[in-house]
């Protein structure tokens, strides 16, 4: 899990080493309290994460390339991760989003004055974009498969998209655009 604040940015040099940020002026800071490697920033654990990280970063500064890579498998640690160079020579700028942070935050109510849905419409919608199967909601809704396959097309058709991938990705970004609007949780270093 990331261990920076949403909506900021990391400045590395070629060292993997943090330098600098959008939040504080590291680079009046002696060296010796503030270096911490980017892997260590963005909580990267594994190997391959950690190799593929390194190899974004190196061709953000050695070849002036832009880079997204994902990192993280496990459903509430997907992070999508664009490096870029900085605007200094032999360093990047590297940037962090939680995939599926934004989507936990969805409440019925957001989606209901969004799209003028009921609430039922709204808790489908929302479990759909959670994971959820067809099934697996009807189940849960105590109503039959085709109940919710009737509500869902309801959906689809007020929201303006043709398919439960297209209300996954809308409400993807309605989620996290919340991101932006909640106080940021206190973080370990």
Excluded: Y
């Amino acid at each position: 899990m990331a261990v920076f604040a949403r909506n900021s940015f990391l400045i590395v040099n070629a060292a993997g080493e943090v330098v600098g940020d959008d939040a504080t002026d590291w680079m009046r800071q002696p060296n010796s309290i503030r270096t911490r490697t980017v892997s260590e920033a963005l909580g990267v654990r594994d190997g391959p994460s950690r190799e593929k990280l390194m190899r974004a970063l190196a061709r953000a500064i050695n070849e002036q390339a832009r880079s997204v890579i994902l990192l993280g498998d496990a459903f509430d640690e997907r992070r999508m991760v664009t490096v870029r160079p900085a605007r200094e020579g032999g360093r990047a700028a590297i940037s962090c989003v939680d995939l599926d942070a934004g989507v936990s935050l969805l409440r019925p109510a957001d989606v209901i004055e969004l799209f003028d849905l009921s609430r039922a419409e709204a808790e489908i919608a929302i479990q759909l974009t959670r994971g959820a199967s067809l099934a697996e909601v009807a189940d849960q809704r105590g109503v039959q498969h085709e109940t919710v396959r009737g509500q869902v097309k309801t959906v689809l058709r007020k929201v303006g998209v043709a398919n439960q991938k297209q209300l996954a990705a809308i409400l993807t970004q309605i989620g996290a655009a919340l991101l932006t609007t909640q106080p940021l949780p206190e973080t370990a270093a």
